[in-house]
């Protein structure tokens, strides 16, 4: 009895000692999936709402809607590399800033996401062409 008390001790301890170390930092995959220019991909990030600025306009769009227009954007415009050349952290929110390049030109990217339901969402995209 006392080594069923024991081992159940252990198994409660392993579990919250491995519920507080990240198995991977989600910006690190949103950054990978730009970098391949994947859409399916970075749609797993996406929040309810994400917020997009694409050519000088913003517009929060639905998940679904969001995926769609990403998914435009990389097809008409195919990426060729993603670098990401700053990042940091401020009141809860994640980002990084990088640049995409792609076939028709350069873009800033920033990426802004934020902690829901104990995991990371993407709820902006910024890019704005570089000259």
């Known amino acids: 009895m006392n080594r069923f008390f024991h081992n159940i001790a252990l198994v409660c301890c ?14 690190d995959d949103v950054a990978g999936a730009m970098k391949s ?26 998940r679904s809607q969001a995926e769609t ?9 195919g990426v060729k590399s993603f670098k990401i050349v700053n990042r940091g952290s401020s009141n809860g929110t994640d980002f990084c800033i990088g640049d995409l390049e792609t076939r028709h030109g350069e873009f800033r990217t920033t990426i802004f996401m934020k902690y829901r339901s104990q995991k990371q969402v993407l709820q902006e995209l910024r890019f704005v062409g570089k000259k």
Do not use: Q, W
């Not at 970075?42 to 639905?62: C, G, K």
């Open 14 to 27: 392993f579990t919250t000692l491995f519920s507080f170390i990240p198995f991977s930092n989600s910006i």
């Open 69 to 77: 227009i990403i998914r435009d954007f990389f097809k008409c415009y």
């Open 37 to 62: 220019g994947n859409a399916d991909m970075l749609s797993r990030y996406f929040d309810n709402m994400v917020e997009i600025t694409l050519h000088e306009r913003s517009h929060a769009y639905s």
